[in-house]
């Protein structure tokens, strides 16, 4: 019955008979009959069938949400089993905002040190995609912006404040400067993370305050692409400033706090809210600090 659930799972992902197949590792056939014996148990259709995948059902969806929980419940059973006959062991899947991947490793790195049979899947998300991805239970911690109405279903916990830095060429306008405000960066021909980027909201408030205008060359869902555009082309960025240092921007980069006004916004970790925890999860929730204070 686990192994049925997961095929609906994978084939809601997917929404391709073959490619759910080969990601599951198993021959198309076996997908389609294994879909037909679920259907057949739960006495309906949960697939719209023809000559491609159609979606799933109302029946399905539902199902399908229930297949997301017990299959997680069975994860959590199992790692439950394992921690207690050998230790703390397991893959811990987390997606973080792009301008917060740079911070995962201050996370990560100690808790390995602490727990070396743990392994990582670090992924780069949107705080929509987050969300989304921690309630289908496809990643077990989120790292990303609090300040969202979204997340009070969802377990919350801070871990620093985001403030922001212009990053350019020590050849171009305010590089000899202490600090710049948002109007003067607002000035620069600039490389922006994508709109449907949260740090690029926030960045649109600040830059586009009162109306002013403000121009973007590049749009890009990576920050390493932006800094590349930004050492070669000539234009200018803007990032986290705790980001740029963890980075170590080299020469001819330099970054510049941008104030007038100093702005901040907070960053933590999310989990999905229940009873037990994974004890993979259970144990990074508790044991990892606030940055700030590592």
């Not at 959590?76 to 703390?88: A, F, H, Q, S, Y």
């Not at 377990?155 to 590089?175: G, I, K, M, N, P």
């Not at 970790?269 to 994974?278: D, F, N, S, Y």
Request: glycine share 6%.
């Amino acid at each position: 019955m686990i192994d049925k659930l997961e095929y609906l799972i994978a084939l809601s992902t997917e929404r391709h008979f073959g490619r759910a197949a080969e990601r599951l590792g198993i021959t198309q056939p076996t997908l389609s009959a294994g879909i037909r014996q679920l259907e057949e148990r739960l006495g309906t259709t949960l697939v719209n069938r023809g000559s491609r995948f159609r979606g799933l059902t109302e029946e399905g969806e539902r199902a399908l949400a229930w297949a997301r929980r017990i299959t997680d419940d069975v994860r959590t059973m199992r790692e439950e089993i394992r921690t207690v006959k050998r230790g703390l062991s397991g893959h811990l899947r987390i997606g973080a905002v792009p301008t917060s991947l740079a911070i995962v490793s201050r996370l990560t790195a100690p808790f390995h040190l602490r727990h070396d049979n743990v392994t990582f899947d670090v992924t780069s998300q949107t705080a929509s995609e987050i969300i989304a991805a921690i309630s289908n239970f496809e990643i077990d911690v989120g790292l990303t912006y609090l300040d969202d109405e979204r997340l009070k279903k969802l377990d919350t916990r801070a871990l620093y404040d985001e403030r922001y830095c212009l990053v350019t060429r020590r050849d171009s306008v305010f590089h000899d400067r202490q600090q710049v405000t948002w109007e003067e960066v607002a000035s620069l021909k600039l490389g922006l993370l994508s709109p449907s980027m949260q740090n690029r909201q926030i960045l649109n408030r600040h830059l586009g305050a009162g109306g002013r205008r403000f121009e973007t060359v590049m749009e890009s869902n990576s920050m390493i692409a932006l800094l590349s555009q930004t050492r070669l082309a000539g234009i200018a960025t803007v990032m986290p400033h705790r980001s740029a240092a963890l980075l170590g921007l080299a020469e001819p980069l330099v970054a510049i706090p941008i104030t007038g006004p100093d702005v901040s916004y907070r960053i933590g970790l999310v989990t999905a809210r229940r009873e037990l925890r994974p004890p993979i999860v259970a144990a990074f929730w508790e044991e990892t600090q606030e940055i700030d204070s590592i």
